[in-house]
Nanobody, 125 residues
């Protein structure tokens, strides 16, 4: 069983920055494909960023150039650095793990088999 715990959310003014963390249990974290998703009130969950075990990354167009996904395999932790935040970035942010396809950079939530509980990010204007 793999467990994911997000942290780092909060309230920030537009233009500010936050760094989200996702602590992952499991002895083979380095071989997991990982992703960040978000869900705003009244909207469907959407893809934000993905990272695979060889360090390739992918981003939603809406966050390219502002967000950076990274991982520290020694700490079993995934990060999402969010800069130049906008009010439309307000959402609950979830990290997710695909434990079966290490090379994946999937943008589809159904491809991920483990999820965290989410952390709230609120950006005020």
């Amino acid at each position: 069983q793999v467990q994911l715990v997000e942290s780092g959310g909060g309230l920030v003014q537009a233009g500010g920055s936050l760094r989200l963390s996702c602590a992952v249990s499991g002895q083979t974290f380095s071989r997991y494909a990982m992703g960040w998703f978000r869900q705003a009130p009244g909207k469907e969950r959407e893809f934000v960023a993905a990272d695979n075990w060889i360090g390739s990354t992918d981003y939603a167009d809406s966050v390219k150039g502002r967000f950076t996904i990274s991982r520290d395999n020694a700490k079993n932790t995934l990060y999402l650095q969010m800069n130049s935040l906008k009010p439309e970035d307000t959402a609950v942010y979830y990290c997710a793990a695909d434990t079966s396809k290490a090379y994946s950079l999937s943008t589809e939530s159904n491809d991920y088999d483990y999820w965290g509980q989410g952390t709230q990010v609120t950006v005020s204007s």
